[in-house]
């Protein structure tokens, strides 16, 4: 039997193993949500919602333990782990309900309504920069939509994954939730199988492939992917107030969040000031592992991206950009926190997303070409201006699904959590996200 080892990305100690699934257990696992599914589908929805309130209900029980294995099998501190673990309870409870609201029968006319049906069984294909998080969006509209769900965790967070499952299998009927483990080859299985629905969060290369597969027997699809989320900070902006988000978004969770800040462009007239105030900030934050005191910068997730964001510094130092704070070639498992200036098209930092605690500040004249450069990316997920009473205008001209003033993207509430461009296609939140998981039925009487 082929095991999938799971590691700490802070020292490299392996922290357990989970038994990779093959062909021969797919097709078992695959038979067993059919059956499942015919259950499932039958019982009222206000049944479906209480059983899935009632297992994140056990799920909290465990928070203690679970957030410290999501610390030590993602990297991030014990305090966002905590975070995500007890948001995760609670989203799905709100979830739940919402998406039960948004289930609901609508007359159309005196004989005719739109009904909200399963489409039967959902693949549930997560990341790992937050294992629970990610998984749960998709995972909870899916199953009170009445579809039986098959998630595969991502392979480096299988552990978290595994946990979770089997606490909510305690109150679930049978094989309603199943897990599969694997890398992207297993995905491919899953994708390529006969079910109903593919629900994906991750990169837009996979993306790609994913939608290819799915082609074959038009699989629906839910695709919430990469970003390259730019910043504009106007001459009129809260320098300091600014300079604070540029920091915390581009470092949050070590810059390993789809929404991160990757790209800001300030106002030459307030540049320095700005500069100076954002190296000043990022200069407070410092990196370590998830358990030791104060640290808000964990390790990154595995070699391979931290070469690669390591080659998007390296990249920008050696076509002209300044490096303010931080090494061009760091020691892994960290990337200490870096503050790059005067970037220019050309650069990695500005065409992908670099996905670390990079800030990456370019200088502008003109307002049009900024906002030219901001939406030069073929992402198109989050996008964020900081100024005075223009910025609400300037906002209006960015292309991006999620778009904010003077503050994060993604005010919460059940609010869609939507990429636009390459940023996917396909979102959860809304009445209009949780219907994604359904089939539209018209019923005439
Ligand atoms: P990834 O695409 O490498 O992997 C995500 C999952 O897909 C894993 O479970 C992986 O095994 C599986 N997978 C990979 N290739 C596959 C294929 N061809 N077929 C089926 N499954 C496949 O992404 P990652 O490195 O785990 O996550 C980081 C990416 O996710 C970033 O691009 C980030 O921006 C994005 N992300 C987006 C959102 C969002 O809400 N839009 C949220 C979190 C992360």
Known sequence: MKVLVSYNPGDDSVLGEVPVTDAGDYQRVL???????????????????????????????????????????????????????????????????????????????????????????????????????????????????????????????????????????????????????GDAEVGRMLVDSDIDIVAFTGSRRAGKEIMQSAAKRLTRLVMELGGNDPMLVLNDADLQSAARFAVASSFENAGQMCTSTERIYVDSRVAETFEQQVVAIARQYSVGQWNTPRVNIGPII??????????????????????????TAPAGPFIPPTVLADITPQMLTEQEETFGPVVAISRFNDLDDAVARANASDYGLGAVVFGGEDAAAVASRLQAGMVAVNQGVGAGGDSPWVGAKQSGFGFHGSAAGHRQFAQLRVMSL
């Not at 949500?33 to 465990?62: C, K």
């Not at 920008?316 to 300044?322: F, P």
């Open 31 to 181: 038979k067993q949500a059919r059956q499942a599914s015919i259950g499932w589908q039958a019982m009222p929805m206000d049944n479906r919602v209480a059983l899935i309130r009632e297992a994140f209900g056990l799920v909290d029980g465990y928070s203690d333990n679970l957030a410290r294995l999501l610390s030590r099998e993602m990297g991030k501190d014990l305090r966002r782990s905590m975070g995500e673990v007890k948001g995760a309870v609670y989203g799905a409870g709100v979830i739940a309900g919402n998406a039960r609201q948004a289930l609901q029968p609508e007359p159309v006319s005196a004989r005719e309504r739109v009904e909200y049906q399963p489409l039967g069984v959902c693949g549930v294909i997560s990341p790992w920069n937050y294992p629970l998080a990610m998984a749960v969006n998709l995972m909870v509209p899916a199953l009170v939509a009445g579809n039986v769900v098959i998630f595969k965790p991502s392979e480096e967070t299988p552990l978290i994954a595994d946990h979770v499952v089997q606490i909510l299998n305690q109150v679930l009927p049978d094989n309603v939730l199943q897990i599969i483990h």
């Open 302 to 327: 595995n070699s391979r991206q931290h070469q690669k964001i390591t080659e998007h510094i390296s990249d920008a130092v050696e076509k002209g950009a300044r490096l303010l704070l931080g090494e």
